[in-house]
């Protein structure tokens, strides 16, 4: 296999491997960050507090070049808060827009379920639009424009779960999970790593971002793949065990996700191990199992198992 | 998770369950008593009614006190809660029931493998290819039922699941028609129906009273169907013998006990080869042609005195017997001569007018034949009426008949005319039987029906033995020639008064589509059964051989089910894929199996791991397959290339210490 020969893709591994020394233990969930980057979709990240969502985000936009704003959703939070507000000016005689916090390249929603539905779907509206519309005026966002959302477990208190809907809007989910007892030492008796990101040097450019992006559409997927994707969502709507199956736009979700992975693991074309790689991240959020004893990224993994390989 | 328990099952399910637990139920509705009926009509209208109005289903209590009240609702009734009816009776109770208390699925499944098991029960009353069919109508409801609630919350449109389910029975054909063929047939206990399947049905009695028989007449159950070897015989020929009634009380004739018969019979003339299939009707004796071949007899039956044939068992399933018959008999059968007074005998004081004119008929007469023309003249030329529906008569009911209402039907012209006899002092008995029957041009065969009942006189004569006197013949030739329906005065229809021919037409197809399959479904016994394997050239096959050839036969069945299901399932497995396979079953052989769900690349990784030295030809192998199955540009001669690799790859076999 003709891997690490493109200089983007050998730029895009030193950018993992660098991002791996700051969240120590957590590789695939970088490389799914960076894949859903690539993929030019939206990341959410579910956990508990103090896992490092925070860091993940801030860590990718520094290494990639971008900009970044966070914003921090609580329930009193409004629309206007995120897009921006027009004040009047006395100099200029007339009112003049204040770009709000939404107008950045990477946008890190930390917990987006503590704020009210009518706050999440202007998040929500400016993901999928990639422009704002504030006071009749449509404007558009920054290019790449990059959101992750860190979600609290939604049976935390206090929280307003999203609806399957916008769940939908997410390319991917991830989990970060404790780390393992080494990485977790490291943590505890290593430098800040807020200190440590500041210090990073950033290692792509914005051009080598839009490049990359708009290699994946052209990573090769073989029609034995395509009967793959097509008997992996057969198998999520014909099994009893979810009440609902993955949608069509699930189904497309997963294939680009699988392209952009095998794209940062310097394939032309993808394997089958690309979209077990992504599906679970994929799938997870889409699906709901029967019963509601299990996760749906569980139930994912098992489903995983049972669908052979064509 | 409540409000979500409350609301299963799906509605549009349970519609599905109950609708066919109505059609599953129905045709038991013509045995079932009507309080059984209503109250099963009840609970799965209320059943219906609870999911519509979305009411909780009844308490444990109230449940427990249904079900017993039921079990003694059907002790009641039936004195038992064993057999046929009781069993079928309490099934059909319990399986409602259940519905009152449908949680989950696990209950569901209960109810739909009762429901299956009821299919079955209706066998036990009625095995036409009407009700086979419906039942497989039904039996396919109820698989598309089993299939819809394992998907309860699926999109599969009900299309496409009554598809499957007719596909999965379809598939099941070969199976049951190799069980049907080869399963051994045993003629024992283990294969009859309940002692009381086979009640309640008509035919004739060994007694007979005036009236008996017109009753039958009403009937248009078959009685019996005939295939003859030859040529159809005349109708005037076509007397099935049935029973000899030769004891008589004033009202009523009796059967005395029939003793088997020694003395050697000659036949006249060629014999009438002939085929009957008997349907059940719980007695010993077996209708036969006059006069029957003793060395033609159906298989385990004897041959009575009085040329009546029987057998030990009663005849509860439908039987297919062959037998000769001689038009007439060449010597004199005086071997029953020492009972010859019994046929004078004549209850004292009842009838005394027809005494007396037996007295003066006979005074007129040279001799016995010179007697019983005169007899037989006297129905010709007085006014006597042949009808179906005689007035009733009273304690002397031969004199009433003769001389005051003179309407009858046979068994009144045989009842009076064998008392003539007798009192005249010619020893006289009464035959029942069937005569001439319907002869259905397309099956070939002759319909005899209970319709077709007949009862006629035999009377002694000293050089020729027993002679055949119908009476009937005197009063309505039209009967012994042309059947019953032609026989009986014009508005007085019996119920096969054929209105139109293709009507009739219709009829006598679909019999004769009925008879095949009787003969060959329902009629496939271990006879026919071993005559059919002779015949395929397997010789005579024992019980044991039949169970071999069984269990290959299914073994081969569902292999061949096997080899079609995998073999679709690869439609297009091409070279690319067939050398990985065996690079895999290599791998597999030596104890490192490849995940159907696994990918190449964790394979290889994994293999690897076990065989460091292998490392640069398992990648080599791996990176070959994974570019030209899942590869952009693929080239030609790499196809070679993986095939060369795997030809040589080899693995010593995993040693687990």
Redesign the interface.
Known sequence: MNAHTDPLAAKLQQTVQQAAQIILGKEHQIRLAITCLLARGHLLIEDLPGMGKTTLAHLLAQILGLQFHRIQFTSDLLPADLLGVSVYDRERNGFVFHPGPIFAQVILADEINRATPKAQSALLEAMEEHQVTAEGETRKLPEPFFVIATQNPSHQVGTYPLPESQLDRFLLRIELGYPDRQAERALLTGLDRRDMLAQLAPLLEANDLAALQAEVGAVHLSEALVDYVQALIAATRQSARFSLGLSPRGGISLIRSAQAWALLHGRRSVVPEDIQAVFVAVAGHRLRPVGGNESGSAAAQSLLASVAIP | ?QSLKSAWPPRPLLNGLLATLALVIAPHAAHLPLWLSLLTAAILGARYWMARQNIALPRKWLLYALAVASVAGVILQYKTVFGREAGVALLTLMMTLKLLEVKNERDVWLIVFLGYFLVLTHFLYNQSLFIAAYLIVVSWLFTTLLIAF???????PWRAQFKLSAKLLLQAVPVMLILFVLFPRISGPLWNLPSDATSGQTGLSDSMAPGMISQLAQSDSVAFRVEYAGKLPPSTQRYFRVLVLDRFDGYAWRASRPRPLTAAVHGQGAAIRYTLTLEPHNKPWLPVMDFADPAALPLGSQLNTDFSVTQKELVQQRKRYSAAAYVSLGNTLDSDADHLSRDLDLPPDVNPRARELAGQLRRSSRDDLDFINKALARFHNEPYVYTLNPPRLGSNSVDEFLFDTRRGFCEHYASSFTFLMRAGGVPARIVTGYLSGEYNKLGNYLIVRQADAHAWSEVWLADRGWVRVDPTAAVAPNRIEQGIANALPAGEALFLSEPSPWLKQLKFSWDAFNNSWNQWVLGYDQERQVSFFARLGFGILSWQDLGLYLLIGIGGAFGLLALFTLRTRHPHRGKVERAYALFCKRLALAGMAR????????FAARVKTQYPGQASNIDAIT?LY??L????DTKAEWVKDLEDLVRRFKVQKIHIR
């Open positions: 998770m394992s998907q309860p919350r699926a999109q599969m995940d159907p769900a696994e990918g190449p690349l964790d990176r994974v570019a199955r899942y590869g952009a």
